[in-house]
């Protein structure tokens, strides 16, 4: 093997090539930029979107112990924990004398100062059963409750607030330049004081306008909409959730006239009794020291009802109607109201859940349930639900075909959770099918399980890994004051729910351990497997545009389904939806007959643990600095010149390990992440080669085309990697060939030796195809067509001669561009040692250098980059971590809290 050259972080440090002045030559002997395409970096473009979930291990060689890391509760123990932000931020909790509680948080790089007051028993659940949407039209009154427009007011200062209705709470909020944070908290507070919201219901004029607002909000063209209310026709009345509760100009205005009910005064009396002191959170961030801060809340010791009054815990009945089984509905939706959904249908599995929140140590919330669940259902790779409706056409590719779990409502006591299929036309015809297959994979989940719905241990704990990893520990940005707010509404305030450095309330270990918390987790799951594996308590909706009413004459399973027109198609009472009985179980014997016997080869499985999730995640181990900077061990700087020939003349290759947080560090460019210490990492290759160069047009499109297909090969490893906290970058430069890594420092080695594996043998694999993909070739004409050098004509060219290039062409030139690298610079940064860096670039040297050329006649030597020159920043893939499934339901930047 080489010998692997290590540097010191001084000499990256300098700004200053570290190569030898006669490689600069080089640089000058090139010819201009607009020569050649792959000199120009917007010759490149960036792949779609990967997002996975586990994968079986038969698809790749599974992990060694050496590869991935996991860590003993013990272990991990002794080390520093993870607390993302904590540098940044500080939490105080108060109560004002009120019994108003408080949250305090000194953001200090909070760029705009925010506040949001949330109120709970205050919602949508809580209201009068005969003034549908009064607590949503409160909301309205109380925001115009100020001598002057509270939002006008804020617009002048670049402010901005909203407020919104929950089932169960109210939240307001607003955000302002810090400079007007002081002066915009006195105003917000104005909003709730109890003589200021009687004089404005009491004020017809607004009055009016507030319920033309709240009407002018309905959209009932709307599918989800539409779907939502055909749920709630189903409901058993005496349940708050078979209301109208959104209101509208007929239940707050003219029903109510005709009843002889005085809205403005039961509004006031609405906010009386429920508007408590005692049931809201005030939560304030602001780069303000805490002194300031109190200071600044005590104007809303006044505020709310000054009449106490006890919230009752709210007790729901039953949530379907006596005597009723949930069934199958088709809900009709015109085409023009669906631009996006052309050709496309929603077909949506909806469960009615009663799970009970007792506020203990260990709330296990439904949604955080469903995260866990949305690994089993949503994940890909072979043997998935997705997988195996993908084959047969019936939703569409990439993530919009990707099986969704939601949850509209989730209060304790009552949670709506849907899972939601997009399906093609051809899959609409086999809707019975789909729902066949959707319990098929119910099945197998529950198969692991031994009829028990316990799910393994060592499951849960991947799963917990991957929650922490994209929810926690590497979320984009910390939760904001909204967030804050309403979290604060169901785990508390204080050690173990919100407010306190260190606690993520969603999955907090209990006395430092996770013992308990799993234990809880797979109780939690268990209780909703076993409900939703029932075929007989979902209530199953699909959408029928009027050209899948026309196609469904098509349907080997199904009856003709008669136009809108119809009797038999009912009405709606509010949304006035058309919708249909559709009775799809009665098929589902004979459909799951029909698709065992026609695709034996492709059948549903179990989910598999994921070889790169490791079950428990180890803390950081960098050392902390006094002046509040990170280091590693520095490499040795004593070594051999670069270009020192080696007898076999194998390539050289240096490492670089950087400095942590210095401003004046070189850094690859990561994704947005807490500033403190994480169990994260980089490491970068810049493979050098002169080929790039001095490569004509159209071998840069032949080797676009490869990097382009090798993308599309590695789809499956990008995709296992993904709910691990693992993304990739390849990039062609002027220098070569870069590839970024993007991990934790449990996997990104596993990762990195299985990516390059695979990247040199990728030509053999062309050799033998028949035909360049469609998609490839589209991406590769789109990056050509982006070169502002080339003339039109030139580009017409161009597109001929990439869709007319066969496998093996471009198997040859990326064989070509491999065997012309002659050495790479690598650079780590993160939570890699200096052992476990030297490790990986051995073993990733010797990869490359098996396919590098032996004749030395034929390498030439290539130019040599400064850092600052392959520092650009990556586009990883995936791009974005809320297209991992599950994610969106545990990350507070992917939407968790809708408001």
């Not at 009945?317 to 939706?333: D, R």
């Amino acid at each position: 093997m080489s010998k692997l050259i290590l540097i010191s972080a001084a000499a990256l440090l300098s700004g200053k090539s570290p190569w030898s002045s006669e490689n600069t030559e080089l640089l000058a002997k090139k010819k201009s930029e607009n020569d050649y395409p792959w000199l120009r970096r917007d010759f490149l473009s960036v792949s779609s979107l990967a997002s996975i979930g586990p994968w079986p291990t038969g698809l790749i060689q599974p992990v060694s112990a050496k590869d991935v890391e996991n860590v003993s509760e013990e272990k991990a123990a002794s080390l520093d924990p993870i607390i993302p932000f904590s540098t940044r931020r500080q939490y105080k909790n108060i109560t004002l004398s009120n019994g108003l509680k408080v949250l305090l948080v000194n953001d200090k790089k909070a760029f705009r100062a925010s506040a949001a007051l949330s109120i709970y028993g205050t919602g949508q659940f809580q209201e009068d059963s005969d003034l549908g949407g009064m607590s949503h039209l409160l909301e309205h009154m109380v925001s115009s409750a100020s001598r002057e427009d509270f939002e006008d007011w804020l617009s002048n200062y670049d402010g901005g607030s909203n407020a919104f209705t929950g089932p169960n709470m109210a939240c307001y909020h607003f955000n302002v330049p810090p400079e007007f944070f002081s002066r915009s908290l006195l105003r917000f507070s104005e909003l709730f004081q109890q003589n200021s919201v009687e004089t404005v219901c009491r004020n017809e004029a607004v009055l009016k306008r507030e319920i033309r607002r709240v009407n002018s909000e309905l959209d009932f063209e709307n599918e989800f909409a539409r779907i939502f209310y055909v749920i709630k026709s189903l409901v058993n009345p005496l349940h708050p959730f078979s209301r109208f509760t959104q209101g509208s100009i007929a239940s707050l205005e003219r029903i109510p006239q005709l009843k002889g009910i005085n809205v403005g005064e039961r509004l006031v009396d609405f906010f009386k009794k429920k508007y408590q002191p005692s049931e809201a959170v005030l939560v304030v961030v602001a780069p303000v020291e805490f002194d300031l801060l109190e200071r600044w809340v005590t104007s809303f010791s006044s505020i709310l009802s000054q009449e106490k009054s006890d919230i009752e815990t709210q007790n729901f009945p039953p949530p379907l109607k006596y005597g009723i089984q949930p069934t199958q509905y088709i809900v009709w939706h015109p085409k023009e109201t669906m631009p996006l959904m052309q050709n496309q249908e929603r077909l949506s599995l909806n469960w009615l859940l009663e799970r009970q929140y007792d506020r203990s140590e260990t709330i296990i919330s439904s949604m955080t349930v469903a995260f866990f669940i949305s690994q089993l259902i949503a994940r890909r790779g072979p043997g998935s639900l997705y997988s195996f409706l993908l084959r047969r056409g019936w939703i569409p590719e990439g993530n919009q075909g990707l099986p969704k779990l939601k949850l509209p409502i989730d209060i304790s006591g009552f949670q709506l959770m849907r899972l939601e299929i997009i399906l093609t036309v051809e899959g609409f015809l086999n809707r019975a099918a789909v729902v066949a297959a959707v319990y098929d994979c119910l099945d197998e989940i529950i198969s692991i399980t031994q009829g028990s719905f316990n799910l393994p241990m060592d499951l849960l704990k991947e799963y917990l890994s991957m929650a922490r990893i994209h929810g926690y520990y590497s979320a984009p940005r910390p939760p904001d004051a909204v967030e804050l707010a309403v979290d604060a509404q169901r785990y508390g305030l204080g050690e173990h729910g919100v407010g306190v450095s260190g606690v993520w309330p969603l999955l907090q270990a209990i006395d430092g351990t996770e013992t308990e918390l799993l234990q809880s987790l797979q109780k939690a799951i268990a209780s909703i497997l076993r409900l939703v594996a029932d075929p007989k308590v979902a209530i199953i909706i699909a959408t029928a545009s009027n050209n899948a009413i026309f196609q469904s004459r098509n349907s080997i399973f199904h009856e003709t389904i008669p136009q809108p027109i119809d009797s038999r198609w009912h009405v709606e009472a509010i949304s006035h939806a058309r919708y249909l009985s559709d009775d799809l179980m009665s098929l589902t014997g004979r459909v799951e007959e029909w698709i065992g016997t026609r695709f034996d080869e492709d059948a549903l499985t179990p989910p598999n643990p994921n070889p790169l999730l490791p079950l428990k995640l180890r803390p950081p181990r960098q050392a902390s600095l006094s002046d509040g900077t990170r280091r590693l061990d520095m490499l040795d700087s004593n070594r051999d010149s670069f270009w020192s020939k080696r007898k076999d003349s194998s390539a050289e290759w240096q490492l670089y390990q950087t400095i942590g947080r210095r401003r004046d560090a070189l850094l690859l460019p990561l994704p947005a992440m807490p500033m403190e210490n994480t169990c994260r990492c980089s490491f970068l290759i810049q493979l050098l080669s002169q080929r790039p160069a001095r490569a004509n047009v159209n071998q840069a499109a032949l080797a676009q085309l490869w990097l382009f297909s090798f993308e599309n090969y590695i789809e499956d490893l990008a995709e296992l990697g993904a709910p691990a906290g693992l993304a990739y970058e390849l990039t062609f430069n002027k220098y070569g060939l870069r590839i970024c890594f993007l991990g934790i420092s449990q996997n990104i080695a596993a990762y990195a030796r299985r990516f390059s594996r695979r990247l040199i043998n990728h030509h053999n694999k062309l050799m033998i195809e028949q035909d360049i993909d469609t998609t490839v070739i589209e991406r590769t004409v789109v990056a050509a067509n982006k070169q502002r050098s080339m003339s039109n004509m030139r580009k017409k060219k161009l597109e001929k001669e990439i869709r007319q290039s066969s496998p093996q062409e471009v198997s040859r030139e990326g064989k070509a561009f491999l065997a012309s690298c002659v050495g790479a610079l690598c650079l780590v940064q993160g939570d890699i040692l200096k052992t476990e860096a030297e490790s990986l670039a051995v073993d990733l040297q010797e990869v490359f250098d098996s396919v590098r050329s032996k004749n030395e006649d034929e390498v030439t030597q290539p130019a040599i980059p400064n850092f600052t020159e392959i520092l650009y920043t990556p586009f990883w893939k995936p791009r974005s971590l809320c297209s991992i499934p599950g994610v969106p339901l545990i990350s507070d930047a992917c939407g968790r809290v809708p408001r």
